[in-house]
């Protein structure tokens, strides 16, 4: 029941975390293309201030809840008198999904503070220029949470 609710609750958090990614990236982005500099920077700072610090929130339960679903199973595979392995699948998702909360700990902490900088002095090219690089490195870890859907639901159902 326990494993279950956390189970879920991973999920909940990889649906916001995968979700709202592509949400900005392929819906919100480009209906502002439009917009000046100042409203278009000032809006996205506002917007990616709200969605960061949930994700802030998703990723570490993310992170808490699949470390102790490791650690339940190799428990009680190993107070079965079995041996314990990692799945393939498994490693393959806590290994990309540190790498992906390690570049969201990057565009938390150093690319967003930029943009808050730059919107806060009014210097619209560098605020674009912010808003560029966490543009990138959102797309990296959309690509690398959607490797690692599919690598799961594959490895799971073969
Ligand atoms: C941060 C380190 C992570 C660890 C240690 C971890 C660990 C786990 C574990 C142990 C399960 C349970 C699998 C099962 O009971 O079959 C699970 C499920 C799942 N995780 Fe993760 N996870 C992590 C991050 C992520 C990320 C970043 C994503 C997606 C972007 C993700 C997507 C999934 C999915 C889709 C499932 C459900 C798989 C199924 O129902 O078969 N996980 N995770």
């Known amino acids: ?82 041996s314990f392995s990692l799945p393939l699948e498994w490693l393959v998702m806590s290994v990309l999904g540190v790498l992906m909360l390690a570049i969201f700990g990057h565009l938390r902490f150093a690319l967003y503070p930029r943009l808050s900088r730059a919107v806060a002095g009014q210097a619209w090219p560098a605020g674009a220029t912010a808003l560029q690089a966490i543009r990138r490195w959102v797309m990296v870890n959309l690509g690398l949470g959607v490797v690692i859907v599919v690598v799961t639901l594959m490895g799971a159902s073969s």
């Open 1 to 82: 029941m326990l494993y279950a609710l956390l189970k879920t609750l991973h999920l909940l958090c990889v649906i916001l975390w995968v979700g709202g990614m592509v949400f900005a990236h392929f819906f919100l982005r480009p209906s502002l293309a439009e917009l000046d500099a100042p409203v278009r920077l000032r809006l996205m700072h506002a917007v990616l201030g709200r969605f960061f610090n949930a994700v802030l929130v998703a990723s570490a339960l993310v992170l808490a809840s699949g470390v102790w679903m490791i650690g339940r199973t190799a428990r009680h595979m190993v107070q079965s008198g079995a």
